[in-house]
């Protein structure tokens, strides 16, 4: 499979958020056959941060959606596209994963809302973050969730192929990001595709990336604009010995044997 993620600029002038679904859009249109696409946080809502702002562009989400669903089918490809939206009467920050035939196969729903999302209105999610797709199992996490261990254990029992990340962090960090990244896939022995915003010339947000579940950065976009991809075998699985002289078992096995949460109970 050929995983591609992309990296929107941040700074677009005036009528940020346009610009950046118009820039969004176009790199659907170069979604290759078969493949897994994966777009920001905020597809239709980036570069805004006031809550009037935002409000005013969440219509755009239909808009998004609509043409991601066009290409999927067209392409017979995965896309995953975060949205800021009302659905069922509720603001929410969903990431729509769309199968091959153009059909919504899950929306995952944000867990852990920073407080400009809190003062929003958005609603929280309510825990579900894995689906099976084709043989595939994905997981989710959306920008601020990377920060949390919780979320990141469960996915980690639940034993994901790929983990979609569509990201922002314009505030972090590029070598807490890299590192993060790196962590989860590593920890649910996992690829992670990542996608978020190039921050310019300073030295946070960006470095929308690929990485395979041993840690290993297939591709990491920097500052850079534009797309970028990697090959992958999303069953492939980091091995490690069981302890030093010990057998062949998989790294995220290794990590579960030893856990003992209810020491830290209390």
């Given at each position: 499979?050929?995983?591609?993620?992309?990296?929107?600029?941040?700074?677009?002038?005036?009528?940020?958020?346009?610009?950046i679904a118009e820039f969004l859009i176009n790199?659907?249109?170069?979604?290759?056959?078969?493949?897994?696409?994966?777009?920001?946080?905020?597809?239709?809502?980036?570069?805004?941060?006031?809550?009037?702002?935002?409000k005013a562009a969440m219509p755009r989400a239909?808009?998004?959606?609509?043409?991601?669903?066009?290409?999927?089918?067209?392409?017979?490809?995965?896309?995953?596209?975060?949205?800021?939206?009302?659905?069922?009467?509720?603001?929410?920050?969903?990431?729509?994963?769309?199968?091959?035939?153009?059909?919504?196969?899950?929306?995952?729903?944000?867990?852990?809302?920073?407080?400009?999302?809190?003062?929003?209105?958005?609603?929280?999610?309510?825990?579900?973050?894995?689906?099976?797709?084709?043989?595939?199992?994905?997981?989710?996490?959306?920008?601020?969730?990377?920060?949390?261990?919780?979320?990141?254990?469960?996915?980690?029992?639940?034993?994901?192929?790929?983990?979609?990340?569509?990201?922002?962090?314009?505030?972090?960090?590029?070598?807490?990001?890299r590192a993060q990244t790196k962590m989860i896939?590593?920890?649910?022995?996992?690829?992670?595709?990542?996608?978020?915003?190039?921050?310019?010339?300073?030295?946070?947000?960006?470095?929308?990336?690929?990485?395979?579940?041993?840690?290993?950065?297939?591709?990491?976009?920097?500052?850079?604009?534009?797309?970028?991809?990697?090959?992958?075998?999303?069953?492939?699985?980091?091995?490690?010995?069981?302890?030093?002289?010990?057998?062949?078992?998989?790294?995220?096995?290794?990590?579960?044997?030893?856990?003992?949460?209810?020491?830290?109970?209390?």
């Open positions: 499979m050929k995983i591609t993620v992309v990296q929107p600029p941040y700074f677009m002038g005036e009528n940020p958020d346009e610009k790199e659907l249109q170069k979604v290759e056959k078969d493949s897994l696409i994966v777009l920001p946080e905020y597809s239709n809502a980036g570069g805004i941060s006031d809550i009037e702002s935002e239909k808009k998004m959606l609509k043409r991601a669903a066009a290409m999927a089918k067209e392409t017979t490809a995965y896309i995953a596209i975060n949205v800021l939206e009302e659905r069922e009467g509720k603001i929410r920050n969903s990431t729509y994963l769309f199968d091959k035939s153009g059909n919504i196969a899950f929306i995952y729903d944000k867990i852990h809302l920073p407080p400009s999302e809190v003062t929003l209105g958005v609603e929280y999610g309510k825990g579900a973050c894995v689906c099976d797709l084709d043989g595939i199992r994905f997981g989710f996490l959306t920008c601020y969730d990377v920060y949390f261990n919780e979320q990141i254990e469960y996915l980690a029992s639940q034993k994901p192929d790929i983990i979609l990340i569509p990201g922002y962090q314009r505030g972090e960090t590029t070598d807490i990001i896939a590593f920890r649910c022995n996992a690829f992670v595709a990542k996608s978020s915003y190039s921050m310019d010339s300073d030295e946070k947000g960006g470095c929308s990336m690929i990485i395979a579940p041993n840690g290993k950065i297939l591709k990491d976009m920097g500052k850079t604009v534009g797309s970028v991809s990697a090959n992958i075998e999303p069953k492939e699985k980091y091995m490690r010995t069981a302890g030093f002289g010990g057998g062949m078992v998989r790294n995220d096995d290794f990590i579960n044997y030893g856990l003992r949460p209810d020491i830290f109970k209390n």
